[in-house]
Every structure is written in structure tokens, then in C-alpha cells.
């Protein structure tokens, strides 16, 4: 194709005609003549191509895979909601191979300096010694870690990853905002910003020639082993991780299941004997590689911050005795100085015997009297940033203050001048967005990443690109609303890559049976299953309720719709609710009251509240399910409207249903059958059970044969149709209560519940083994001898000490027996050296 304009090449696209380049900036899609830059023509014409309906449809359906795959990033000051959807624009960044190439260079090159400045920083500090770094620089900086010093690198490696944040000058010059040494994020995000514009723009992808990114992660996972001490062949990798409330942690859970490593946070971790081990039900695992995505200054309490609460007692004399290899190691963000930017040049020289081959923003560091002079002299022009961040030191664009603030300004930086820099404010150059309708350029900055490899650094294809929020703004972040874009670097011929992330350069050894489970794991997959069986259980009482509110007719006058009713309350735990002495007067609130049960999230006992229970346990163990199970649990997350009728209460419930049948098939059928497994399992057991007892508490106990909707229970219970083809007859006492208590072929009922309790409990792997019954499965034996006391389940209603109440009673506290002591067993984890040298042993 031939150049054009750029109003030619744009005039077929499904957006309104009308880009303009930003003034004084580079433009991406535009050359300075008016044409489109050749190696972005082919995009925007097959775009064109696709017509407005059907480009709209492809925006959508990214936005839904991003939504069902529960790609999120946490806002913290959000008061609404701290979580929100990753924002994508279809249209990517391009960028030629041959560019790629020279910033190739210049990436592995500032990387291979950087790491040398980190060697002599925690070693023999040359660098300072020889004036090429005044000491305030480094000592001021709160990413210097005094504890750190001597401590040695994993192979030698003390920056295994790197990413740089980069930035187009006015004259098309790449530049380095800033670099990422502490734990560079964002590489998970690129990647799946990659699959999902490879999935919904398929035949452009294939046919631009887009270099691949799963070559890199394979080198990541490569470089872990590499790193692990003692030549280990097959290491074990844990990724540290803040927890769910971190910013990034979709990220943290989804690189942990793409590379194979254990997810954990820092109390599941101990030191022992100066090693690192992962504590797990099956007793303490040794961790070989820790992958950090916590701070380093909160990774130790002991010689670190002793205020920290993510991180793990002793890790950095485990470090120290080189049995772990941490990555990056503790100190690396020193190099994330912005006063070190200033020095960079010099420092190139003296340590490579070369120039820089990829330039920082200009920058001054006020601890210089000649730079100090200059940047107070300029200070409308340019940007001034502390050394590290603070709450009263926040980055402050010159141009922006009053002549009273800059005045205020330049007083706090003659003040302590070493803890300031001045940087040159350049315009960012700008790639073009879709802003609903329209076209429009925004202001950008790629994050570029590399990984340490034997004798140097591969850098990945392509990047995570991150656009302003709104025209004329250089804030690209995503606290303040920036948007994504995937980084196209585009080859000269078709490229035949394999989409494997995980490196094939070993034959493993067969493994059969889950991961290690932490306690902390266990716990979250417990409570996966006993909301997803608590929201059920209410679920279907609700809608059996709304389904008689809502038949024609006058359900007031219905002789069950009180006892339906009171059992709803029941079962959820929402008192007063419908129970208690002032019941018949709530029955004409009832519409009221049904909704907030459905739709209230803070409301203890409500639909929505164990819901959101439910997705928050399963936050925490996001690196344990399936794709399928997670894009489940991320629909079931979904608020229903402000707004919703009894109608469309109804609708919610059927959807609520549907979705948590789903969650149980494919927890069934995707997860093996490991301990995590058990512990799902264990969790809807048991809740299922105590949901029963509790529905036939409510709706027989203490009521008499003849005043019990057994039609109803049968309902709520799903068993409708199985009674009807056993026996052909309305349901009465005997059959009910056979098919809901004593049927353990019928997988709802108590009996089934039990015995499935029994069979878990027994398959649990533990480190004593004990010929002897363990208190959980005597418990589970009691409740089920309870139940074969008799064989005529009508019996129950009349014989004197077999009464259906009084056994119900007891099965719920032993039920309830058998919670706690599941806590007590395994969900309590030991904080004494003693019990963990004993579980080791």
C-alpha cells in the first residue's frame, strides 16, 4: 500500500473521521507529512474493513472475555469499590522490529549496568568510595537495605527482572522514565491483553506479524530453575504475593498458575534451620526459588520492618545462608532512585566502557550546588520529584503551581535538596484511542520487561502500553483511571512460535495427587464450598417462596406460606425476619424483606452477602481453579439491580442456581482430586447437610404430620421428580423423610451427606498415621448412627425419644461439632519452631 493520508486511510474505519496529532508531541498512527507511518496501514485498513456493527461486536466480546476471566486492578482510594474491570482499547501500539531492536539493546545494556551498580552497592560500594556516587543518593533512599549488604545474589544475578518505563520524545527519541528493579509488574497483564485481542481480532493478528510472547515466559520459568540453589532439578518456586487487597493481585494469582508456582503469602511461610519452607497440612515443604511481589522492606520483621504483617520472620538470613534463592533479591529497588538517573551516563562509562545507548529524561539531583541552581532557576518548566515517595513529598509539574506555591516549593528543596530531583517535562507522544465514538490521541508510556538469562538478558516482544484517561493529560496510570493497550512489535515474515508458557527442556518426573496445600488454602477452598452450598440451600427456599408470592391467587390466605416463610428465615439466619411473635404482622412487608434477601450484600445471612463470601474465599485461592470454574464465580460476583421487583428476584435466583450447579460441576470434573479437592468437597458436605437438617427443622419439627407442605419440601429439596417416579403417589411423611434423611442413593439427602463426609475424611493425607478413628470421623460416625436408629422414618414423628425434632437437634450440633473441629485440625496453623521442627521430622 502507498502512502496516504491520513484521512484516506482512516475514512472506511468505524469511527468518525477527524484524529488530530496532539501539538509538540510525536504521534504513533501519523508521520509529520500527514501519512500514515507504513507499518500501521495494514491494521488500520483490515479494521476499517470490519464495519461498524461488527467492530463494536468484537469491542464487546473483549470486554467480556476481560470480565469473565476476571482480569481486575484494585483502586485503593475508591470509597465505592476498590476493585474495577482492566480497562483494553482494541486498537494496539505498533512498533517496527528494526525500532524494537535498538530498544532491545538499550534495555539489556541499562539492565546489565543497573545490576552492576546493585553488586557493588551491597558489596564493596566502589562507586561511592571513588565520588562517582555521592552517599546521599544511595543512603537516602529508602530502597538501600543496610540489612542487605553482603548478602549474595542467586547465581550472581542481582537483578533476574527488569522492566523500564518508556517514553517517545517530540522528535521520535525513545527515552527511560523510570525504572522497575523492586518487583516489576505488568507482564501478566501484557499477556492477557495479548490473548484477548489475538481472540477477538484473529485474522489481523495472524496477518500482521506479530512477534510472540510465550518464547519470554518460558525463558522466565527457565531463568527460576537456573536460579535455584544447589542445582535442584526440579525446584520448588513459590510466588509471594500481598494477598487478594494488593492492586496487582490478579496478576500474582494468574503468573503463579501460568508458571507453575505456589501461590502464598508470608504466614505461609516459616524459616527453619535458616531454610524456607512452605507449611502445608502435609507438614513443612522446602521452598527452593521465592518469585516476591511484596516490597522488600515488608518481607522480614525480624531485620526488616517490624511492623511488616506480609512478610516471613528470618527470610533474609535464609537468603543469606543461600538456601533460597529470592527473586528479585531483597535491596534491588535502590536502583529505582530517580536521583541515580542523573548519574547513569558516567556510571555506563566507568563500569561498561560505553555510552548509553538508551537515555534517561533528563534529570538534576539538588544535591549538586550547580544542578540545585539550575533547577530552582527553571522551575516553571520543569518536574520536580522527590527521591522516594511520601505522603508530603508528591511529584509536582512546575508549570502547574502559582508563583506563591513555587516559591513554597523551592524553600522545601533548599531545605533538604539531597531527597529532590528536577526532571525535563517532555512531551509524551500519543497513540490513537477509541473514546466511545470517536478517535482520539492520547499520551503514552510502554513498560518494556526483561529476564535474566545465562551471560545476559532476553527482553520480551512487545510490552504493556498504558494511555491517558483523557485527552491532554500525562497521567497514564491506572490508580487515576489510565487505559491498556497490547504492544504490537511487528516481524518482517510470519513467525512460528509454539503458545506453550512453560519451558520443555527437561523430561519431569511423573506426579500424581494436588500441590502442597497450605492451611490457609484449605481454609478458603472449605468455605468456597460451604457458601456455594449455603447460597444454594437458601436459594431454593427463596424461590420456592417467590414462586407461591408471586402464583395467581392470594398467597396470604395459604395455609403453607407462613411455614415457607419462617423457614426462609430460618435457613438464613435472618431474625427477626419471619419468625417470632410479630411475624403475621411482617407478612404484608413481605415483598420488603424477600428482595433485601436476595439483593442486600450487608446483610449477615442474605443470598447476595454469601455470595460475595463466597467470591472473596475464592479470591484467595484464584490460582487453584479452572478458567471455566473462575469466569463461574465472576458471574456469580455480579450485583443485581437497584431496582429489582419480586419478578425479577425470581429471575436473579434462577441465574444464582444455574450458575452455583455449574460451580459444582466443574468442581467435580476439573479439579483433581488432591487435598484442595477434598477440602472443596468437605465444605459443601457439610454445609449441605446442616442446610438440610435446617429447612426440615423449620418446616416439620414440632408441627404435626398433617401441617407439613411436604409437596414444598420436596421442591426446595429438588426431589420432586425423583418421588414422583418412585412412587407414583402424593408425598406424604414416610417417603419425604426417607428420600431427604435415610436415602443415601439420593445425593441430597442427610445420610448421602455423611457418608460422603466419611469417605473425604478418611482420603485426607496427614503426617501421623493413626489406626484410630480422628474426632472429625467419629463425629460423622455418631451422626450417622444417630440416623440408623430407626428404620421407619414415620416413626419419627410419634415414638417417644425418636422424635424428628430432637434428632434433628442433635444432628445439627454434631454438625456443628465438626466445624469447629475441622478449624482446630487444620485451619490452625503452628507458630512455634518446636512444632514445626516436629511436623518437619
Not at 523492586?182 to 484473529?202: C, D, F, H, K, W
Not at 555506563?348 to 550547580?370: A, F, H, I, M, Y
Not at 481454609?523 to 436459594?539: K, P, T
Not at 402424593?730 to 466419611?758: C, F, I, K, Y
Request: proline content about 6%; aromatic content about 6%; charged content about 25%.
Amino acid at each position: 500500500m502507498t502512502a496516504q493520508t491520513a484521512t484516506d486511510a482512516i475514512s472506511d474505519l468505524p469511527f468518525p473521521v477527524g484524529y488530530r496529532a496532539a501539538d509538540g508531541a510525536f504521534d504513533e498512527l501519523y508521520a509529520r507529512d500527514g501519512t500514515v507511518r507504513a507499518h500501521w496501514q495494514y491494521v488500520m485498513r483490515s479494521l476499517g474493513a470490519l464495519g461498524s456493527d461488527e467492530f463494536g461486536r468484537r469491542l464487546n466480546e473483549a470486554r467480556r472475555l476481560l470480565r469473565e476471566n476476571g482480569v481486575t486492578y484494585n483502586i485503593y482510594d475508591d470509597p465505592q469499590r476498590s476493585e474495577r474491570p482492566w480497562p483494553l482499547d482494541l486498537l494496539p501500539v505498533l512498533i517496527t522490529s528494526a525500532e524494537w531492536q535498538v530498544i532491545e539493546q538499550g534495555l539489556t545494556q541499562r539492565a546489565e549496568l543497573l545490576e552492576l551498580v546493585l553488586a557493588d552497592l551491597y558489596g564493596e560500594r566502589r562507586l561511592i568510595r571513588t565520588g562517582l556516587l555521592p552517599p546521599e543518593v544511595v543512603y537516602g533512599h529508602p530502597g538501600f537495605l543496610r540489612p542487605c549488604a553482603g548478602v549474595g545474589a542467586p547465581r550472581g544475578r542481582h537483578l533476574p527482572l527488569y522492566a523500564a518505563d518508556l517514553a517517545r520524545a517530540p522528535d521520535g527519541e525513545m527515552l527511560v522514565l523510570g525504572d522497575r528493579a523492586q518487583a516489576p509488574s505488568g507482564s501478566g497483564y501484557a499477556l492477557e491483553n495479548r490473548i484477548v485481542l489475538s481472540r477477538v481480532l484473529p485474522t489481523i493478528f495472524r496477518d500482521a506479524h506479530v512477534h510472540r510472547l510465550p518464547v519470554f515466559f518460558r525463558r522466565v520459568r527457565s531463568m527460576l530453575n537456573w536460579l535455584a540453589p544447589n542445582g535442584t532439578d526440579a525446584p520448588h518456586i513459590v510466588l509471594l504475593t500481598p494477598g487478594p487487597s494488593n492492586e496487582t493481585y490478579f496478576e500474582h494469582a494468574y503468573l503463579a498458575s501460568q508458571l507453575g508456582c505456589t501461590l502464598a503469602q508470608g504466614d505461609d511461610l516459616a524459616v527453619l534451620d535458616q531454610r524456607l519452607w512452605l507449611r502445608t497440612l502435609e507438614g513443612p515443604k522446602p521452598v527452593d526459588v521465592l518469585l516476591r511481589r511484596v516490597d522488600a522492606a515488608f518481607c522480614d520483621p525480624l531485620e526488616l520492618r517490624p511492623d511488616s504483617l506480609l512478610g516471613t520472620p528470618g527470610l533474609l538470613q535464609a537468603a543469606r545462608s543461600g538456601h533460597v534463592a529470592i527473586v528479585n533479591p531483597l535491596g534491588s529497588s535502590a536502583v529505582e532512585n530517580p536521583g541515580l538517573l542523573a548519574f547513569l551516563p558516567a556510571l555506563c562509562r566507568q563500569l561498561l566502557g560505553e555510552d548509553l545507548k538508551l537515555p534517561s529524561v533528563k534529570t538534576w539531583w539538588c544535591g549538586n550546588q550547580q544542578e540545585l541552581s539550575y533547577v530552582l532557576d527553571h522551575l516553571a518548566e520543569l518536574v520536580v520529584k522527590p527521591v522516594f515517595s511520601h505522603s508530603s513529598r508528591l511529584t509536582v509539574f512546575g508549570a502547574a503551581l502559582s508563583a506563591g506555591e513555587r516559591d513554597q516549593l523551592a524553600d522545601r528543596i533548599r531545605a533538604r535538596p539531597y531527597l529532590y530531583v528536577g526532571q525535563e517535562r517532555i512531551a509524551l507522544s500519543t497513540a490513537p484511542l477509541m473514546a466511545g465514538a470517536t478517535l482520539e490521541p492520547r499520551a503514552m508510556v510502554v513498560r518494556a520487561f526483561l529476564a535474566a538469562e545465562d551471560g545476559g538478558y532476553t527482553v520480551m516482544p512487545g510490552g504493556l502500553c498504558r494511555v491517558a484517561p483523557t485527552r491532554g493529560s500525562s497521567l497514564v496510570s491506572n490508580q487515576v483511571g489510565g487505559v491498556s493497550k497490547d504492544v504490537w512489535v511487528i516481524a518482517s515474515e510470519p513467525e512460528r512460535e509454539s503458545g506453550a508458557l512453560l519451558p520443555a527442556d527437561r523430561r519431569p518426573l511423573l506426579v500424581r495427587g494436588g500441590r502442597a496445600v497450605p492451611g490457609r488454602v484449605a481454609d478458603n477452598l472449605f468455605w468456597v464450598g460451604r457458601y456455594a452450598a449455603r447460597s444454594e440451600i437458601a436459594g431454593r427456599v427463596l424461590r420456592e417462596v417467590l414462586r407461591r408470592v408471586l402464583e395467581p391467587g392470594d398467597a396470604e390466605t395459604d395455609p403453607n406460606t407462613p411455614r415457607l416463610l419462617a423457614a426462609v428465615t430460618h435457613v438464613t439466619g435472618t431474625y427477626p425476619g419471619f419468625a417470632g411473635p410479630r411475624a403475621k404482622e411482617r407478612l404484608g412487608e413481605a415483598e420488603t424483606e424477600l428482595l433485601s434477601l436476595v439483593r442486600d450484600g450487608r446483610r449477615t445471612g442474605t443470598i447476595r452477602y454469601n455470595l460475595n463470601a463466597l467470591v472473596r474465599a475464592a479470591r484467595g485461592v484464584r490460582d487453584r481453579l479452572s478458567t471455566d470454574t473462575w469466569r463461574v464465580i465472576n458471574s456469580l460476583s455480579r450485583e443485581p439491580a437497584e431496582t429489582l421487583d419480586l419478578a425479577a428476584a425470581l429471575t436473579e435466583l434462577d441465574r444464582v442456581l444455574l450458575l452455583l450447579s455449574a460451580f459444582g460441576g466443574l468442581s467435580a470434573d476439573s479439579m483433581s482430586r488432591g487435598q484442595g479437592w477434598h477440602f472443596l468437597e468437605l465444605g459443601r458436605r457439610l454445609e449441605r447437610a446442616l442446610g438440610t437438617v435446617s429447612v426440615l427443622q423449620a418446616m416439620c419439627a414440632a408441627n404435626g404430620e398433617q401441617s407439613v407442605p411436604w409437596e414444598d419440601l420436596l421442591s426446595v429439596a429438588d426431589a420432586s421428580m425423583t418421588h414422583r417416579r418412585r412412587y407414583r403417589t402424593a408425598a406424604e411423611a414416610g417417603t419425604v423423610l426417607d428420600l431427604l434423611l435415610d436415602d443415601e442413593t439420593n445425593p441430597g439427602s442427610v445420610t448421602h451427606q455423611l457418608l460422603r463426609l466419611e469417605a473425604l475424611l478418611s482420603g485426607l493425607s496427614t503426617n501421623v498415621t493413626t489406626p484410630q478413628q480422628t474426632v472429625e470421623q467419629r463425629l460423622v460416625a455418631e451422626a450417622l448412627e444417630e440416623l440408623r436408629r430407626t428404620e421407619a422414618p414415620t416413626e419419627r414423628l410419634r415414638q417417644p425419644g425418636l422424635e424428628l425434632e430432637e434428632l434433628l437437634t442433635q444432628l445439627a450440633r454434631r454438625l456443628a461439632a465438626l466445624s469447629d473441629q475441622m478449624t482446630r485440625s487444620y485451619f490452625s496453623r503452628p507458630d512455634r519452631p518446636q512444632q514445626l521442627v516436629a511436623l518437619a521430622r
